[in-house]
């Protein structure tokens, strides 16, 4: 390679050193650099004073021969300022050239220009830059390698930490379950209630911290499903009682009950934001306040409103108080605290649903914080949670109030408007009526003994849950917040309306069931046993399909209330059997029959395949009876069923598996988990014999298929380390990653199987 002659250039460098600061001027003031250099908020002046004119210098050096091209240590820490500043390659290229353009139009301004003047500036800056690209490139390609090693470091510290959590937490509401199914007191199933519902709450946070760690930083999915926005609501304001309890605040509520029974929308995410209105709700009410929760829906909008009569917000700090890290300054006490991220989150959860937060408030007044969110509305769906006909031929009654307790009762009154009951007005106990209702804040202990000792059937309206009538028998209590549920099962109770119709041996408790035969499609025999036993526990009648084929089968020559379809069956899967099934129906002009997928796949955006894909609804493994619960409850018809429950303590064929917690996390008796783990314990060794055959000829699609079958049926038993496992084997099967290590995966599966089973 040839070298031109730098000669004329360096004779005339103390001329261009002279001319340093007009050619610095010319080269950050050139519209293209300042343009870039304003893009990336870099100051213009700074640029020039720390890095523009060692720059300059540095060039001057290699014109004098004291410096090498592209090895300046100025380079170095300007590539490494830029680097910070997120400078694309060709914004990079736009910079060097300009330096170029403007020592070459200095030349001609200063009257040195000429041929070998030009081709010599030519030649040392293309060679520069070369030198400048590569170290560019290099500290890119590092800062990329830096931010993989550390996207991976959070992965992997996220997945570990939430698998530490899960772990005690499964424990936690497993023991929860068996108590409230051993309890008959109803406070501690009340107190039980808002404990599972509280660990449950934090069960799904740590599951989407594991989802968004598998997601890229700033990507944020909402996972619309169907919901019932009446349970869903109560629950969360269940929660807050206790801190509204600890000063004296009372929660009053109306939901409206003409909101259809199901929505489809994020759920969880809706209850976040409810969350944290009652939060802050409750942390700037004054002692003995009252906070209100509004629900209602209209044209496919709903509305959810959490208003309460605190502190208020200044209308300088009612915009601000939705950015990152801001309170109101009124807001910012000892007894406040709080990170100012909470209605910055709400707000960025409300926009990504397509819904707005709005808000009312006034200093010393209070605060009306409003979600409006668009959601997509079930009208087959006719379900009540209140049944007026039981009440048609009841004379109500209710006690007189004091007027400083009116506000108490509007929420009933709403309530009894909506479903058109009469009550009336009494202000003596001595009234002709079926039942009486009072509030328990506006009598004196004479109205009382007098209610309790005529043996008046009546329901009481409590500020705080005590135990004062729980030996009364014709007294049933109702607290704060009053809703639909409560006050059914308040009034039921009362009345004698919640007796079971079904007769019962004596000490042979009644459980919940349903009505109905339900075909299954699972090719597990593990997992078929187990959907065999809930479904029994429940009263259900079932068909057994092992493929998609037979499930097809059974289905065009039975009658069936609801389809239970796993996704990934041999010979055809349940994606074909569903759009065969619902083909069927459509030329057959068959009523449609609720399908729902039965997947170990739940990654986000699974469940809103499966809905693509034809599925009404969608169950994940591990079964939660809970959730299988609230399938049943929406498309099929109740029922009482006699159950016994769980035998705790037995000894097991199973000594380094935590039985207790099986049981409770299944809730089946003792004898029906060692029957399943004996299947399980077989089928296993079976599938681990294929998946080795499958990973020695190296055959992708089987060994995605046998681990996605281990996975499934692994997660049913809460083996969470075997689940994981038999995951990372199927997703690298899925991508064909031909430098993982499948023979080791095997073994460290292997190993872990039989550290349970030996």
Same mark, same amino acid.
């Given at each position: 390679?040839?070298?031109?002659?730098?000669?004329?250039?360096?004779?005339?460098? /103390?001329?261009?050193?002279?001319?340093?600061?007009?050619?610095?001027?010319?080269?950050?003031?050139?519209?293209?650099?300042?343009?870039? %250099? #304003? &893009?990336?908020?870099?100051?213009?002046?700074?640029?020039?004073?720390?890095?523009?004119? /060692?720059?300059?210098?540095?060039?001057?050096?290699?014109?004098?021969?004291?410096?090498?091209?592209?090895?300046?240590?100025?380079?170095?820490?300007?590539?490494?300022?830029?680097?910070?500043?997120?400078?694309?390659?060709?914004?990079?290229?736009?910079?060097?050239?300009?330096?170029?353009?403007?020592?070459?139009?200095?030349?001609?301004?200063?009257?040195?220009?000429?041929?070998?003047?030009?081709?010599?500036?030519?030649?040392?800056?293309?060679?520069?830059?070369?030198?400048?690209?590569?170290?560019?490139?290099?500290?890119?390609?590092?800062?990329?390698?830096?931010?993989?090693? =550390? /996207?991976?470091?959070?992965?992997?510290?996220?997945?570990? #930490?939430?698998?530490?959590?899960?772990?005690?937490?499964?424990? +936690?509401?497993?023991?929860?379950?068996?108590?409230?199914?051993?309890?008959?007191?109803?406070?501690?199933?009340?107190?039980?209630?808002?404990?599972?519902?509280?660990?449950?709450?934090?069960?799904?946070?740590?599951?989407?911290?594991?989802?968004?760690?598998?997601?890229?930083?700033?990507?944020?999915?909402?996972?619309?499903?169907?919901?019932?926005?009446?349970?869903?609501?109560?629950?969360?304001?269940?929660?807050?009682?206790?801190?509204?309890?600890?000063?004296?605040? *009372?929660?009053?509520?109306?939901?409206?009950?003409?909101?259809?029974?199901? %929505?489809?929308?994020?759920?969880? &995410?809706?209850?976040?934001?409810?969350?944290?209105?009652?939060?802050?709700?409750?942390?700037?009410?004054?002692?003995?306040?009252?906070?209100?929760?509004?629900?209602?829906?209209?044209?496919?909008?709903?509305?959810?409103?959490?208003?309460?009569?605190?502190?208020?917000?200044?209308?300088?700090?009612?915009?601000?108080?939705?950015?990152?890290?801001?309170?109101?300054?009124?807001?910012?006490?000892?007894?406040?605290?709080?990170?100012?991220?909470?209605?910055?989150?709400?707000?960025?959860?409300?926009?990504?649903?397509?819904?707005?937060?709005?808000?009312? $408030?006034?200093?010393?007044?209070?605060? %009306?914080?409003?979600?409006?969110?668009?959601?997509?509305?079930?009208?087959?769906?006719?379900?009540?949670?209140?049944?007026?006909?039981?009440?048609?031929?009841?004379?109500?009654?209710? !006690?007189?109030?004091?007027?400083?307790?009116?506000?108490?009762?509007?929420?009933?009154?709403?309530?009894?408007?909506?479903?058109?009951?009469?009550?009336?007005?009494?202000?003596?106990?001595?009234?002709?009526?079926?039942?009486?209702?009072?509030?328990?804040?506006?009598?004196?202990?004479?109205?009382?003994?007098?209610?309790?000792?005529?043996?008046?059937?009546?329901?009481?309206? !409590?500020?705080?849950?005590?135990? &004062?009538?729980?030996?009364? =028998?014709?007294?049933?209590?109702?607290?704060?917040?009053?809703?639909? *549920?409560?006050?059914?099962?308040?009034?039921?109770?009362?009345?004698?309306?919640?007796?079971?119709?079904?007769?019962?041996?004596?000490?042979?408790?009644?459980?919940?069931?349903?009505?109905?035969?339900?075909?299954?499609?699972?090719?597990?025999?593990?997992?078929?046993?187990?959907?065999? +036993?809930?479904?029994?526990?429940?009263? %259900?009648?079932?068909?057994?399909?092992?493929?998609?084929?037979?499930?097809?089968?059974?289905?065009?020559?039975?009658?069936?209330?609801?389809?239970?379809?796993?996704?990934?069956?041999?010979?055809?899967?349940?994606?074909?059997?569903?759009?065969?099934?619902?083909?069927?129906?459509?030329?057959?002009?068959?009523?449609?029959?609720?399908?729902?997928?039965?997947?170990?796949?739940?990654?986000?955006?699974?469940?809103?395949?499966?809905?693509?894909?034809?599925?009404? =609804?969608?169950?994940?493994?591990?079964?939660?009876?809970?959730?299988?619960?609230?399938?049943?409850?929406?498309?099929?018809?109740?029922?009482?069923?006699?159950?016994?429950?769980?035998?705790?303590?037995?000894?097991?064929?199973?000594?380094?598996?935590?039985?207790?917690?099986?049981?409770?996390?299944?809730?089946?008796?003792?004898?029906?988990?060692?029957?399943?783990?004996?299947?399980?314990?077989?089928?296993?060794? $079976?599938?681990?014999?294929?998946?080795?055959?499958?990973?020695?000829?190296?055959?992708?699609?089987?060994?995605?298929?046998?681990?996605?079958?281990?996975?499934?049926?692994?997660?049913?038993?809460?083996?969470?380390?075997?689940?994981?496992? $038999?995951?990372?084997?199927?997703?690298?099967?899925?991508?064909?990653?031909?430098?993982?290590?499948?023979?080791?995966?095997?073994?460290?599966?292997?190993?872990?199987?039989?550290?349970?089973?030996?």
């Amino acid at each position: 390679m040839s070298f031109p002659d730098i000669s004329s250039l360096y004779q005339a460098k /103390s001329i261009l050193i002279n001319a340093k600061e007009s050619i610095l001027e010319e080269w950050t003031g050139a519209d293209v650099c300042s343009t870039i %250099l #304003m &893009r990336h908020e870099i100051d213009i002046e700074f640029f020039k004073v720390n890095y523009a004119g /060692s720059v300059f210098d540095y060039f001057m050096g290699v014109v004098s021969g004291h410096m090498a091209i592209g090895d300046c240590p100025v380079i170095a820490d300007l590539i490494d300022y830029l680097k910070n500043k997120e400078l694309r390659a060709d914004e990079l290229f736009s910079l060097c050239t300009h330096f170029k353009r403007s020592v070459i139009n200095a030349t001609y301004r200063l009257g040195i220009n000429d041929q070998t003047i030009f081709v010599s500036i030519s030649h040392l800056f293309d060679q520069n830059f070369s030198g400048v690209l590569k170290l560019y490139t290099d500290t890119i390609y590092q800062k990329e390698q830096e931010a993989i090693n =550390a /996207s991976k470091a959070k992965e992997y510290f996220l997945s570990n #930490m939430s698998h530490e959590i899960r772990t005690p937490l499964n424990a +936690i509401l497993g023991f929860v379950a068996l108590l409230r199914d051993e309890t008959t007191n109803p406070r501690y199933h009340q107190y039980l209630n808002i404990i599972s519902n509280s660990g449950e709450n934090l069960l799904h946070i740590i599951n989407d911290i594991l989802d968004f760690s598998k997601l890229r930083s700033g990507e944020f999915t909402i996972d619309p499903q169907p919901f019932n926005i009446h349970d869903e609501i109560s629950h969360t304001m269940e929660l807050f009682v206790p801190s509204a309890n600890s000063k004296s605040i *009372t929660l009053t509520s109306f939901i409206d009950p003409s909101i259809p029974y199901e %929505l489809v929308a994020d759920a969880l &995410r809706i209850k976040q934001i409810v969350g944290n209105f009652l939060s802050n709700a409750i942390k700037f009410s004054h002692h003995g306040g009252v906070i209100h929760v509004e629900a209602g829906c209209s044209n496919g909008m709903l509305s959810l409103s959490v208003g309460d009569d605190g502190v208020g917000i200044a209308p300088a700090d009612q915009e601000r108080i939705f950015d990152a890290f801001s309170q109101a300054q009124e807001c910012i006490t000892k007894t406040s605290g709080g990170t100012g991220l909470g209605l910055s989150i709400c707000k960025q959860l409300a926009v990504h649903m397509g819904g707005t937060i709005e808000l009312d $408030s006034s200093p010393s007044k209070g605060s %009306l914080f409003t979600l409006k969110i668009p959601v997509t509305v079930n009208t087959e769906c006719s379900l009540s949670k209140f049944d007026v006909s039981m009440y048609e031929n009841i004379r109500f009654a209710l !006690l007189n109030v004091g007027s400083e307790d009116h506000y108490k009762l509007d929420s009933l009154w709403k309530y009894w408007e909506h479903f058109g009951l009469e009550i009336n007005h009494v202000d003596s106990v001595e009234g002709d009526f079926d039942l009486l209702i009072f509030l328990e804040s506006s009598i004196d202990d004479t109205i009382r003994q007098t209610i309790i000792q005529r043996d008046i059937p009546a329901v009481v309206i !409590l500020d705080f849950l005590d135990d &004062r009538y729980d030996s009364v =028998a014709k007294i049933a209590p109702l607290t704060f917040p009053i809703y639909c *549920t409560k006050l059914h099962t308040a009034l039921s109770d009362v009345l004698g309306m919640n007796q079971l119709d079904s007769p019962q041996s004596e000490g042979t408790p009644g459980r919940h069931g349903f009505e109905g035969k339900v075909l299954v499609a699972e090719d597990n025999l593990a997992n078929q046993e187990l959907i065999k +036993i809930i479904l029994e526990r429940y009263g %259900l009648e079932y068909t057994i399909a092992s493929n998609g084929k037979e499930a097809v089968k059974y289905y065009q020559t039975g009658h069936y209330d609801m389809v239970l379809m796993d996704e990934q069956m041999p010979y055809m899967n349940g994606n074909e059997a569903t759009a065969t099934i619902l083909a069927y129906e459509e030329t057959e002009n068959r009523p449609h029959t609720p399908i729902v997928a039965l997947t170990a796949n739940v990654i986000k955006g699974a469940r809103e395949r499966s809905i693509q894909n034809g599925y009404d =609804a969608f169950l994940g493994k591990p079964i939660v009876i809970k959730e299988i619960e609230q399938i049943f409850e929406r498309y099929l018809k109740s029922a009482s069923v006699l159950v016994s429950y769980p035998k705790i303590g037995e000894a097991s064929r199973w000594p380094n598996i935590d039985m207790r917690h099986l049981e409770s996390a299944l809730m089946l008796e003792t004898e029906q988990v060692e029957h399943l783990l004996g299947i399980y314990h077989k089928k296993m060794e $079976s599938s681990l014999a294929e998946l080795k055959e499958a990973i020695e000829r190296k055959d992708y699609d089987d060994i995605a298929f046998v681990s996605h079958a281990i996975k499934g049926s692994s997660a049913n038993f809460r083996f969470e380390e075997l689940h994981r496992l $038999s995951s990372v084997i199927e997703e690298s099967a899925h991508d064909k990653e031909a430098e993982f290590d499948f023979s080791e995966a095997y073994d460290v599966l292997l190993a872990e199987f039989t550290k349970r089973f030996e």
